[in-house]
């Protein structure tokens, strides 16, 4: 069965800083990938997808993912960490043998220090 | 364009009664599928509904149960509530479906059920 692992449960950095949040799948062929942001009270946001081509995907609010077939991962990062950016992530997988059905992952919480 | 939303935001019930999540979906879409999100863990999927059919479904038992209406709004019922229901219930809506999921899903802020 397809899984998603999102083996930090929380991170936290300095404002300025860049940032690295870890998302590893199991499947075995290249899945459809996304991550989402989940801010407090609000729905989950898309900030961005990978299905095919140029593994170095960019996103929205300057977030970048990068997909990595020989370790399975689709790490999401970002060269400068704003405060507006502390949040829940979730790592997503999709895959053509699983109809509509999306995996998240458990998600890594996110902390901005100033 | 309006975006995705749910109500009611919160809600709160005892074991073994009955709710209504009800969804409309963002203007345009005519897929809608619902997510459970327990605390601390990331959504899990429960089913999709195109057009007025149920389109594909998770792991969850026969007590919960969906509509969708003409025009493409949603309702998400559970049956025989369970302490263990307790979540917040995400609605998604897109435009299609297509295998995978690669069509963009757009979430509404979900609906807080408390069991108790």
């Known amino acids: 069965a397809q899984s998603v692992t999102q083996p930090d449960i929380h991170i936290t950095v300095s404002e300025g800083a860049s940032l690295e949040l870890r998302c590893n799948y199991s499947?075995?062929?290249?899945?459809?990938l996304f991550w989402y942001v989940q801010s407090p009270g609000q729905g989950l946001q898309l900030l961005l997808k990978?299905?095919?081509?140029?593994?170095l995907v960019q996103g929205i609010k300057g977030f970048e993912a990068e997909f990595k077939r020989s370790q399975s991962s689709f790490n999401l990062r970002k060269p400068s960490v704003h405060w507006s950016d502390a949040a829940e992530y979730f790592c997503a997988v999709g895959t053509p043998n699983t109809g509509n059905q999306f995996y998240f992952g458990t998600g890594t919480s996110l902390t901005v220090i100033p | 364009e309006t975006g995705v939303t749910q109500s009611p935001t919160h809600l709160i019930k005892t074991r073994g009664q009955q709710v209504t999540l009800r969804c409309s979906s963002q203007?345009?879409?005519?897929?809608v599928s619902w997510y459970q999100q327990a605390l601390g863990q990331g959504p899990q999927f429960i089913f999709q509904?195109?057009?007025?059919?149920?389109?594909g479904r998770g792991n969850f038992p026969p007590r919960f149960s969906g509509l969708q209406f003409p025009n493409y709004s949603s309702e998400l019922n559970v049956n025989a509530l369970e302490l263990d229901d307790s979540a917040l219930y995400l609605c998604?809506?897109?435009?299609?479906?297509?295998?995978?999921?690669?069509?963009?899903?757009?979430f509404g802020p979900g609906t807080r059920l408390t069991v108790l």
């Open positions: 998604a809506s897109s435009l299609g479906t297509s295998s995978g999921g690669r069509n963009t899903q757009y």
């Open positions: 990978y299905f095919s081509g140029d593994t």
């Open positions: 203007s345009g879409h005519n897929t």
């Open positions: 499947y075995g062929a290249t899945p459809y």
């Open positions: 509904y195109y057009r007025e059919e149920e389109n």
